[in-house]
């Protein structure tokens, strides 16, 4: 038969397991043992590797050790994104402010732009430097947002980031085709 023996230093560790983060004072009622104690066992554990003690104002967490690995795990990862991301849309920012377009000096100004396109009916044939010069001055503004966007990236707003960097691909695709049509 075989014996399962359990002390209380492994009912908190197994606490702080299944809650992943819970407040001191929590664990102390929870396991009906002293704060003081469950801080001095949390000390010992943590030394050991195998929690983490967390204090915030006037408040004390003890954290499973795994999910702070998992937490740094995915803070190095966005923070590669960032990277990745920050020089993919600078070097598209840069592509599109190079591309030299004429300007008849219709445009000089976003209301400029507002008027071009405000009844501008879009076909194949009626691409004209104006249009495309615009699209330009639109591009290089919202890849500028963009990448204001990117500097603040962090796991919630993630994805909004990368459907919002996909859809500004497809416009880049789009002004690129554009500037093909006018050579």
Do not use: C, H
Request: aromatic fraction near 6%.
């Amino acid at each position: 038969m075989a014996v399962n023996i359990s002390t209380a230093v492994d009912s908190l560790v197994e606490l702080i397991k299944e809650k992943k983060r819970i407040l001191l004072e929590e664990a102390s009622k929870e396991l009906k043992i002293p704060e003081n104690i469950i801080m001095e066992w949390a000390t010992f554990l943590e030394e050991e590797g195998i929690l983490n003690i967390d204090y915030k104002f006037s408040k004390t967490f003890l954290v499973n050790k795994k999910d702070i690995k998992k937490e740094e795990q995915e803070i190095e990862n966005i923070l590669v994104l960032k990277d990745v991301l920050i020089r993919k849309v600078e070097y598209m920012l840069k592509y599109v402010d190079s591309q030299n377009i004429k300007n008849s000096d219709k445009i000089k100004s976003v209301s400029d732009i507002k008027r071009l396109l405000k009844d501008f009916v879009f076909t194949e044939g009626n691409i004209t430097s104006e249009l495309v010069y615009a699209q330009k001055i639109i591009l290089s503004n919202v890849l500028k947002g963009l990448l204001q966007k990117i500097k603040t990236i962090n796991s919630k707003n993630r994805d909004l980031i990368m459907d919002e960097l996909k859809k500004v691909s497809e416009w880049k695709t789009v002004f690129e085709k554009n500037l093909r049509r006018l050579s």
